[in-house]
């Protein structure tokens, strides 16, 4: 994903802060005594992608995921007003840190039942969920491809933790 976000993604006071994941990340980074290339080895995500955290109005959801993971911390917890995690909240840590992705077509389910029960089209869900866009959220059928702070928008509109709709290859 390139520097240069499109302006479909404006900033919300209560996005995911991309910013702060860096931070924790460096200074966890540096606690250990580690690499950018080592903790991205370790999660199977690149080191740029890592570094670039700190830089982006956007990431790519399964990185962002293996990245709160690894410290321990649910998307909600870098969430500016939440609290730190419920139990509902908590990601898979360890080896299973690395594999973690969302269920997009879970995540589509649940959108779709979310969205018919407040006689919304896809536009007017998009809309009122602060996704961007109505393709965005029907790309979730196939399996489409899931973006940070949007996701988290969208999963405080379904009042639906993360976790939920994160899966590992054995679950």
Do not use: N
């Not at 109005?57 to 730190?84: H, I, K, Y």
């Not at 509902?88 to 594999?99: M, N, S």
């Not at 007017?124 to 393709?135: C, D, L, Q, Y």
């Amino acid at each position: 994903m390139s520097s240069a976000e499109p302006e479909a993604h404006p900033v919300m006071p209560e996005d995911f802060d991309l910013r702060a994941l860096h931070a924790a990340l460096d200074a966890e980074r540096v606690k250990r005594g580690l690499g950018w290339a080592a903790i991205g080895e370790e999660l199977g995500v690149s080191a740029a992608t890592l570094r670039g955290f700190g830089e982006r109005r956007t990431a790519e959801g399964d990185g962002v995921l293996r990245a709160v993971a690894w410290l321990g911390r649910s998307p909600e917890s870098f969430v500016p007003g939440r609290q730190l995690a419920t139990a509902g909240e908590r990601l898979p840590e360890g080896l299973a840190a690395r594999t973690l992705r969302f269920d997009a077509r879970a995540l589509y389910e649940a959108l779709d039942a979310e969205r018919a029960a407040r006689g919304l089209t896809w536009r007017e869900a998009a809309a009122a969920s602060g996704a961007g866009s109505g393709a965005a959220l029907t790309r979730l059928r196939e399996g489409g491809r899931i973006t940070f702070p949007e996701v988290m928008r969208v999963l405080a509109w379904l009042g639906q933790p993360a976790a939920r709709f994160v899966k590992t290859p054995q679950g």
